[in-house]
Structure formats: C-alpha cells, structure tokens
C-alpha cells in the first residue's frame, strides 16, 4: 500500500535530520489528526527507495511504466533526484513520445495573449 511507503519514506526522512523542526511538527500534526498515521508510524518501518518501477495513470496517455533511480546529490546531503525512464520500444516510451508531442502542441496562451490587470 502506498501509504505504508510514504510513512517509511518519512521515517526514513526523521532519520537523517532528527533535529529538524518542520519535519517534526508535521509528525505531530499527522499524528494527532490521522489514527492511521500513528498505527503505521508506530510500526517504525524504514524505507529506502533506490530503484525499482512505477505506474501511473496520466489523463491525455493512460497507463505508464516507467523505471526509476533514486540519485543521491553529493552537494546537497538528504536531497535525492528521482530520474524516471521508459524501457525502450514499450508502449509506455510510446505514450511519453505521444505526450511530448501533445504538450508541445498545447501551449498556454504567449505574453501578448495574457489578460492584462489593471
């Protein structure tokens, strides 16, 4: 369940900066607010999310696989870049090409088009 990693991803967050201020309020206030919160807090799960694969479900395209990598940043401690991929002549590659296109054809309106406020 989706919840379940969330709750270790943030375990595992509170782990490496335990003195963070913000991470701790919103702990509290999960805590406080949510009983599922707190049952899966509880459970003290840690989770590392290195690499693996991901669905999604994007409204123009359906259905995506995509592969990810977790890159830690050398010059940023605890700050990772999440690289996603589509293998190579699936359908999923296929849905981001036809994505691409869309997105690039689907442009918001240019300056001179924008509404001006008075």
């Given at each position: 369940?989706?919840?379940?990693?969330?709750?270790?991803?943030?375990r595992t967050?509170?782990?490496?900066?335990?003195?963070?201020?913000?991470?701790?309020?919103?702990?509290?206030?999960?805590s406080t607010r949510s009983e599922e919160f707190r049952i899966?807090?509880?459970?003290?799960?840690?989770?590392?999310?290195?690499?693996?694969t991901k669905r999604f479900h994007h409204d123009v395209v359906g259905e995506l696989t995509l592969a990810f990598e977790g890159l830690e940043m050398a010059a940023e401690p605890g700050l990772t870049l999440t690289v996603y991929a589509a293998e190579p002549g699936s359908?999923?590659?296929e849905s981001l090409r036809l994505l691409a296109s869309w997105a690039a054809t689907?442009?918001?309106?240019?300056?001179?088009?924008?509404?001006?406020?008075?």
């Open positions: 369940m989706f919840a379940d990693v969330a709750v270790a991803l943030l967050e509170a782990g490496r900066n335990p003195y963070d201020k913000d991470l701790h309020d919103l702990v509290g206030e999960l899966r807090w509880g459970a003290h799960n840690v989770r590392h999310h290195g690499t693996g359908a999923s590659e689907h442009e918001g309106p240019s300056p001179a088009q924008q509404p001006t406020t008075s």
